[in-house]
């Protein structure tokens, strides 16, 4: 019997190089996806989960990696490419992207999804709160001939940029939303209104052994899937306590995902030196970013040595990358 999209999601590669994909597939599942709306989307709260997951179109787009055909209704379908172009502005490519349908108030909502590893600035190479807000802006701007055509601006279909981002210490699972506030500085008095058309939500998780179980449903249920609990334990909570559709099928395929930490080590580069860090390898990267930054070589050619000569992927060398070029011109 095939398993559901859940289980196959589940089956996660044990090649670091695959591991991100697979989070990605993993949480567009519609069962992960309703509970993430349920918590995370003021507008869902008061449905059913069994209510959300009708609600999800078949339209969930991730990456540009195609999907294996013949999935579960309850996991994700092909869709189409997750690009975002805008002449002279480049191209983005979003984590996630589906559409959600809200029977109760009769609204078409389109999300956005991302998993991020990082939040910091000096990682990240910029303040991730501006990164949200174009992505909310070009979700908006996208609708023009899609969901409205000349100026029918009412037509407009509200947005949501959800982000899961790891690794925080013990206290630090919360969640903060981004929105618009429309008020009147001077004139009439009149109470703050909340404009729905654009919202930002970051979703804060820890990582790290034996944690305190979080007050929140949702992070509990996010923090469990991506711990280092076993195989069984994962299965009995997201089964008893969350009522997803499991087959046995996952319990194989689940001993091929580790939890998040392990794979970003990558290759012993994780910050603490605490999984056998080489002493002096940041260093390393670091002169090397900088004699390159110095001897005015082209990031492209900057990024391909550094993966190169380090085994570092594509993400990790321009996160080194992006931090030693602000330190550079300092």
């Not at 999209?5 to 591991?19: D, G, K, M, R, W």
Request: contains cysteine.
């Amino acid at each position: 019997m095939a398993g559901t999209y859940l289980a196959q999601a589940i089956a996660a590669t044990n090649e670091a190089s695959f591991y991100d994909t697979n989070v990605k597939y993993l949480l567009a599942d519609k069962q992960i996806l309703a509970w993430i709306l349920k918590y995370a989307v003021k507008e869902f709260r008061d449905m059913e989960i069994r209510e959300i997951i009708s609600c999800i179109g078949d339209d969930i787009e991730i990456g540009i990696r195609p999907v294996a055909p013949g999935l579960s209704n309850l996991g994700r379908v092909q869709g189409a490419n997750t690009e975002d172009s805008i002449p002279g502005e480049g191209t983005v490519y979003y984590d996630i992207r589906f559409t959600v349908y809200h029977k109760g108030m009769a609204i078409k909502f389109l999300i956005n999804l991302e998993a991020q590893r990082w939040t910091e600035p000096p990682k990240l190479g910029y303040h991730l709160e501006n990164r949200i807000i174009f992505y909310l802006a070009r979700m908006v701007s996208a609708q023009k001939h899609t969901e409205f055509f000349h100026s029918d601006y009412d037509s407009l279909k509200p947005v949501r940029s959800i982000w899961i981002c790891l690794g925080n210490e013990r206290d630090g699972d919360y969640i903060q939303e981004i929105s618009l506030i429309q008020e009147n500085t001077f004139g009439k008095e009149a109470e703050p209104e909340e404009i729905g058309l654009m919202k930002g939500i970051i979703i804060h998780i820890r990582e790290g052994k034996e944690l305190e179980e979080s007050r929140n449903r949702l992070i509990h249920m996010l923090e469990n899937l991506f711990s280092q609990k076993s195989i069984e334990e994962k299965k009995r909570i997201l089964t008893e306590e969350y009522g997803m559709i499991m087959t046995e099928e996952l319990e194989g395929r689940m001993q091929n995902v580790c939890n998040w930490s392990e794979y970003f080590i990558e290759e012993g580069l994780k910050e603490g030196h605490e999984r056998g860090i080489k002493e002096g390898r940041e260093e390393g990267i670091e002169a090397f970013v900088l004699d390159n930054l110095e001897e005015q070589v082209p990031r492209g050619r900057i990024l391909e040595k550094l993966q190169r000569r380090f085994q570092l992927n594509e993400e990790t060398a321009n996160m080194y990358y992006e931090r030693y070029k602000v330190l550079y011109h300092q």
